[in-house]
């Protein structure tokens, strides 16, 4: 044991070493650089903006919110609510954030003091000569000894390493945050797109099909014709050839509709095939309003996941520099001790005891050039880092930008088509009279039945691309922050 006055002693030489520390922690700096999210100069409104655009600040700013809302179809929307409940690769991006905010923390476990505990025990056995007139021999002996203790070491954070290293750690978890905002907004997309995909498979699957009925029943006709001497073989030939045409088209067709259905179906986290009996009942191809809403370019800036995941992945390079430059100077260490000893199990915290406190410094004086090495290799990453969030920014702009001129063109090619489709239909019933008046002759009417074909099919691809590309803006905006989950600086 030690006497009291010892420990009185060692209590107030520990004082000044506690103040001692407390003084190093105020002073204590981080080297390396400061971070400040970076300001880049964006436009101030997009090169092709149409005159039905509606600018966010206005109360219609919730639908890009709630992009797919706009639609109208419960459809839609019950797919997209189970694609944020069971998609497989938002799920992985869950579990990433869950990662990286473990590491967080442990990357906050420097700031305090390692503590270890010990305890032991041993036996020795050892033969003691005792001199005994009658015999003289010997006495075998066993003794036990039992220690316990504590040991605590705390490195002090005199040039800022552990914080930069735990506001890397934090970026990174914002970057991870905002990786699964984009996955989100990718899965929003890809549901909305794979959901139109398949409502227009349907449409030009049924259009095929209407106008294989009507060319099987023109195939008849001239048949029937040719046998009473009123057509030739030749009409005949034409007339099977368009039946056949069409009837290729079908199977094209019926594997883009199989492939969007499996496509859905894995969106939501679901075995391919399982959506065929839900979504086989041909609907609707979604409509697309006439009216959108379009943020200037600052506020996508703003918004875009993918920039967001990109400007804190610049963060917490720029913290690694101050982590790598923290290693070129000095580090200093507090540690200390209490130990305990006895030959009794029962009397060990009555024991001698022994208490050690030391402060150690270590400078680095030669690495081989390996920690200048290791910083230079740092700002270069970071220099990386910096032209990949000007990467990400730029491709946002050309996304959103494409977007707008894809459903401006959409819209301007619908209407063509709207009366291209009209015109061919006047024109093939016109043929389809003339040529049972002897006016003209039936390659006249298959060239009118195939402009019509062609231009019905035509018109049911435009308004699914129509949707599409609305679908495809809304996601280049950034928008459907409304699933988001928060994110941390």
């Not at 690769?89 to 476990?109: F, P, S």
């Not at 905002?178 to 259009?207: F, H």
């Not at 019933?429 to 039945?449: P, R």
Request: proline share 4%.
């Amino acid at each position: 044991m030690i006497p009291l006055a010892k420990r009185d002693r060692k209590v107030r030489l520990r004082r000044p070493w506690m103040s001692l520390v407390f003084s190093v922690l105020v002073a204590g700096c981080a080297v390396g650089p400061d971070y400040r999210e970076p300001t880049l100069v964006t436009p101030d409104s997009w090169n092709t903006l149409p005159e039905q655009a509606v600018r966010a600040e206005s109360e219609d700013a919730s639908i890009l919110a709630a992009w797919w809302t706009v639609f109208e179809d419960p459809l839609l929307t019950e797919l997209i609510e189970q694609a944020l409940a069971n998609n497989k690769t938002v799920e992985q991006a869950r579990a990433r954030v869950l990662e990286a905010r473990a590491r967080r923390g442990a990357a906050a476990g420097p700031f305090f003091p390692s503590i270890d505990a010990s305890a032991g025990a041993s036996r020795t056995k050892y033969d003691e000569r005792i001199v005994v007139p009658e015999d003289g021999l010997v006495a075998r002996n066993d003794r036990e000894l039992y220690t316990g203790g504590l040991d605590a070491s705390w490195e002090l954070d005199l040039f800022g390493r552990q914080r930069r290293a735990f506001e890397a750690a934090t970026a990174t978890l914002g970057a991870t945050e905002a990786e699964l905002r984009d996955a989100l907004v990718t899965l929003l997309g890809d549901v909305a797109v794979n959901y139109t995909a398949l409502r227009t498979a349907q449409a030009r699957l049924a259009l095929a099909e209407r106008n294989l009925a009507a060319q099987s029943e023109l195939v008849d006709i001239t048949r029937w014709r040719a046998e009473a001497g009123l057509a030739t073989v030749l009409d005949v030939e034409q007339a099977e050839t368009s039946y056949q045409q069409t009837r290729a088209q079908i199977p094209l067709l019926e594997s883009s509709l199989t492939n969007a259905l499996n496509r859905l179906a894995v969106l939501t986290g679901q075995m391919p095939g399982a959506l065929h009996e839900r979504l086989s009942a041909p609907a609707p191809i979604p409509v697309a309003p006439d009216t959108i809403v379009v943020d200037v370019p600052a506020d996508v800036v703003r918004r875009r996941p993918d920039i967001r995941a990109a400007e804190r992945r610049l963060a917490a390079q720029s913290a690694q520099v101050g982590v790598a430059k923290a290693a070129l100077y000095p580090s200093l260490s507090l540690s200390g001790s209490i130990g305990l000893q006895s030959l009794s199990a029962s009397d060990l915290l009555d024991g001698s005891q022994t208490d050690r406190v030391g402060l150690s410094l270590r400078i680095p004086l030669f690495a081989g050039g390996a920690l200048r090495a290791n910083l230079r290799a740092q700002y270069a990453a970071l220099d990386q880092a910096f032209a990949a969030y000007e990467a990400v920014v730029l491709a946002a702009l050309e996304e959103v930008e494409n977007a707008l001129a894809a459903w401006t063109s959409e819209q301007q090619r619908r209407q063509a088509l709207l009366l291209a489709v009209d015109a061919a239909r006047r024109a093939r019933e016109l043929a389809l009279v003339q040529y049972n008046s002897g006016l003209v002759d039936f390659q006249t009417v298959v060239t009118a039945d195939r402009q019509l074909i062609s231009l019905e099919d035509s018109l049911a691809v435009n308004e699914g691309e129509l949707t599409s590309s609305l679908i495809r803006l809304y996601k280049a905006l950034g928008g459907g922050w409304s699933v988001f989950p928060g994110t941390t600086r």
